[in-house]
């Protein structure tokens, strides 16, 4: 079976606290498409993406698959940020498909709605470096108050995982607000003396919400597949599209 060998960009630590970040890697075979066309699996594009990774990564730093029980792998794969599971599943998209990613949009134009087939390569685009930065610290722009009134200002934060990321999709389509309470709740690990539940984000004002979001969002890394202007050859139509790890499948 021929691997490559990569780094992660943040890594994963171990029960002794150890960080690793080489990982070996198989590309996809029939096997694993069959798993990815399961109902329960490809309905929900963040378990699919974790499916990929967990049958195709053989091995993170000392870690391999084989030494461990499953549950226990699915976890470790589930526990890698989000940055790094979107960086090993390029890598292994490439390895098993190839660096060519075609898309398919219709024109806007109401008058042309034309299929328009736009090729990208995976070098294209930008890899954004880790900051080196484990928890985010955070001074909310107008504060949190308990119950005895008392207002809670600094903390940290923590970049999502991809247990999160499966935890929020449904929500994410079903309520975006709710997403993000979700992702909040998750993802803060100290505000003040302050015990971190569902409540105390909602509590939170729209200011410190959008704030924090927008915190996690500027200390991204990894691929930046963001946002593409194209062009439409048969009226000229210019418009935006948006990329994300489902294009990829």
Known sequence: MYTEVDNLLI????????????????????HDEEALAKPKVKDNGS????TVLERCI????GITKDSVKPNKWKEIIQGMYINDQDYAFMKIRA???????????????????KKIKTEFEIDEFE????DGIEDIEFELPKGYYDKEGNKHTTGTIRRPVGLDREILDISA???????NTLLLARCIKTLGDVKIHDSVIKDLSMKDRD???????????????????????ECGEQFTVTLNNADFL
Do not use: Q, W
Not at 173 to 179: E, H, I, Q, T, V
């Open 47 to 50: 378990v699919a993406l974790r």
């Open 58 to 61: 053989i091995r993170i730093g």
């Open 95 to 113: 390895l098993s498909i190839g660096d060519t990613l075609t898309v398919t949009n219709k024109c806007p134009n109401p008058s042309c709605k």
């Open 173 to 179: 389509r079903n309520n975006f607000g709710l997403a």
């Open 11 to 30: 890594g994963i630590k171990d029960e002794n606290g150890v960080t690793h970040t080489e990982f070996e890697y198989r590309e996809m075979t029939g």
């Open 127 to 130: 890899i954004i470096p880790y």
């Open 211 to 233: 704030y924090l979001l927008k915190l996690l969002a500027e200390h991204r890394c990894g691929y930046d597949i963001g946002e593409f202007d194209i062009e439409c050859p």
